[in-house]
């Protein structure tokens, strides 16, 4: 009976991030693509550890590897949210408007 709700978990979470990928895909926003990348490690990780469950021992010497690299991913990757939403707009590369010419007002 646990097998079977752990597979269930398993298919759930795995249809989560094909629909996540898909939804991302096709929207327009260049911008989503990090949260999908933040999505895809932790649920990512999760499926690995469902798995190295579902597999038993077998499993259990190279699942928990991957696990920790997807988890470090999403880890890199809130950092890189967090840390772009808090920079200013000219220090990420916005373009501002150029000074004028001649030194200032009323030239």
Known sequence: MSEILLTTVFVVLLVDVV??????ARRPVTDRWLLS???????????VALLTVLLGPAAASRF????VVLIG???????????????????????TSPAPLGGGAGA
Do not use: E, I, W
Not at 37 to 47: D, E, F, K, R
Not at 64 to 67: E, K, L, Q, S, T
Not at 77 to 93: I, K
């Open 64 to 67: 928990p590897d991957v696990a």
């Open 37 to 47: 990348l933040l999505l895809s490690g932790t649920t990512g990780a999760a499926l």
């Open 73 to 95: 991913l999403a880890s890199l990757t809130a950092v890189v949210r967090l840390t772009a939403a808090r920079t200013p707009g000219a220090a990420r590369g916005a373009r």
């Open 19 to 24: 629909v996540a990928f898909v939804v991302t």
